[in-house]
């Protein structure tokens, strides 16, 4: 803002120009993260969520940016659904859940990708919808997304390594088997 009105001033007294290049380093990186929705709130880093109890999970997790992993695997989820949020405003989150738990996930993405089991969508702008049902006496956790540059993943196991590194369905060869079907169509919307 300020090299924007020392630019407008100078216009009218001239010899400013070296302004410009400043004031474009400035305005072209944060154009970016306002058009993409990236949230910051939440800490930056490296965090690791591991409740052990129904009780200890959270209604939300957020993670400015980095890296989240909140690994459920230890909680033994009652049939019926569970919500869970996820954000992350650049990097990396990680679900990990129980081979018995059913898994719906609706995500927004401004830029990056979902990997959910054995199905993704990436690109610019995408709303992710994977609607399941489970059986009645499974337990089912509905999973709301916010990603603002990065990767929302749900797994039954932990890869080693970097995320990026590896394909958007790296994933293939794990499946949703607690669910029964699909409610509505799965995939990414581009807006």
Known sequence: IAAGAALVGAAFVGGARWLILPALAIALPLAFVTAAGIDLDGGFGDRNERPGTIAEIQDSYRLGAGELTIDLRDVKLPAGDHRLKVGIGTGHALVLVPDDVCVAT?????????SVFDRSGGGIDVDYHDARRAPADTARLVIDGDVGVGLLEVRHDKFDGPPFGRRLNAGAGERNSACVTRLASTGASHG
């Open 106 to 114: 609706t995500a927004s993405v401004g830029m990056g990708g979902v």
